[in-house]
């Protein structure tokens, strides 16, 4: 199984950008990398997927290393609501323990 | 357009009983996945529906079972129930199998006494 490693927490300050990294160093090159968080109390939700080139959307942008060994999941101005659990997760879509966002105020 | 939908929210049953949680997709998903959250042990997949067949299972002994009806609805049953099958059981929907984006339901939380 594809696996991903994450760490087990962040900390940011309210405003400022956060990158949180993946590693994906079994990643074949068909497999996607998706992004879901998970806020309190909610089910995990959607954030990002890419394949090799950086994506970005309204949430977030992701930055593929060129190796794809890595990725990056970068909030640019992260707010209160942004304290959640995020997951970095491959075609297998099996979820790991995440990174657990703490965004201060 | 209708969210995913997990029934019973809430549920409490006794060790050595069985449990049955519901999931129905969002209209036009085939496919249906199965996850157990708890504190220690994060978000754990159980199994993948697609077209009314296991598609992928997780590492979860046979008491955890699932079908997948023709309609995309899925049930997923626990039999003889333990302590350590408290959890919250997610279920998502995807258009595709194997990959494709996944919407959560609320999940159903249960509590073995």
């Known amino acids: 199984d594809a696996k991903t490693t994450q760490p087990n927490s962040m900390e940011s300050n309210e405003e400022e950008p956060v990158h949180l990294p993946c590693n994906h160093s079994?990643?074949?090159?068909?497999?996607?990398i998706h992004w879901y968080r998970q806020l309190p109390s909610q089910g995990p939700e959607y954030v990002i997927h890419?394949?090799?080139s950086n994506v970005n959307n309204r949430m977030a942008s992701l930055a593929i290393a060129e190796d794809r060994k890595s990725s990056t999941l970068i909030l640019h101005r992260a707010t209160l609501r942004d304290a959640a659990v995020y997951y970095c997760?491959?075609?297998?879509?099996?979820f790991g323990a995440g990174t657990r966002l703490t965004v201060k105020p | 357009k209708a969210g995913v939908t997990q029934t019973p929210r809430y549920l409490i049953k006794t060790r050595g009983q069985q449990v049955t949680l519901s999931c129905s997709p969002i209209s036009g998903h085939r496919s249906v996945s199965w996850y157990q959250q708890t504190p220690g042990q994060g978000l754990q997949f159980l199994f993948e529906y697609f077209s009314e067949t296991q598609r992928n299972k997780g590492n979860f002994p046979g008491r955890f079972s699932g079908r997948q009806f023709s309609n995309s609805r899925s049930e997923m049953n626990v039999s003889t129930l333990e302590l350590g099958d408290s959890a919250l059981y997610l279920c998502?929907?995807?258009?595709?199998?194997?990959?494709?984006?996944?919407?959560f339901g609320e999940g159903s939380r249960l509590t073995v006494l």
């Open positions: 998502a929907s995807s258009l595709a199998y194997h990959g494709g984006e996944l919407f």
């Open positions: 997760i491959l075609y297998d879509m099996r």
């Open positions: 079994t990643i074949s090159g068909t497999d996607y």
């Open positions: 890419g394949l090799t």
